[in-house]
Nanobody
């Protein structure tokens, strides 16, 4: 199995910054796309940013110029640097990754995993 563990959420004032981290664990062969999603109260989960194994990135319009996604392939870790935060960014942020790993029965399998979520609260 592959597990994703997030860290870095918390309470910050508007205009402040936070950095989220998400580390994948398991016997991982490769990770293709890694991404961050968020879900605000009463709203659907939405993609915030994603990064391919090539380093190509994609952002939702509302965070362009404020957020930056990056990854450390050697550590199977993805980061989300969030700057100029506003109360509208308040949500639970979830990490997502897909790739291949070695299962318990020694077969190379694909995975699509989610983190447990980390709460980001931005006060006005």
């Amino acid at each position: 199995q592959v597990q994703l563990v997030e860290s870095g959420g918390g309470l910050v004032q508007a205009g402040g910054s936070l950095r989220l981290s998400c580390a994948a664990s398991g016997i991982i062969f490769s990770i293709n796309t890694m991404g961050w999603y968020r879900q605000a109260p009463g709203k659907q989960r939405e993609l915030v940013a994603s990064i391919a194994s090539t380093g190509s990135t994609n952002y939702t319009d509302s965070v362009k110029g404020r957020f930056a996604i990056s990854r450390d392939n050697a550590r199977n870790t993805v980061y989300l640097q969030m700057n100029s935060l506003s109360p509208e960014d308040t949500a639970v942020y979830y990490c997502n990754a897909e790739g291949t790993y070695l299962s318990g029965d020694y077969i190379r399998r694909t995975f699509h995993a989610w983190g447990q979520g980390t709460l980001v609260t931005v006060s006005s």
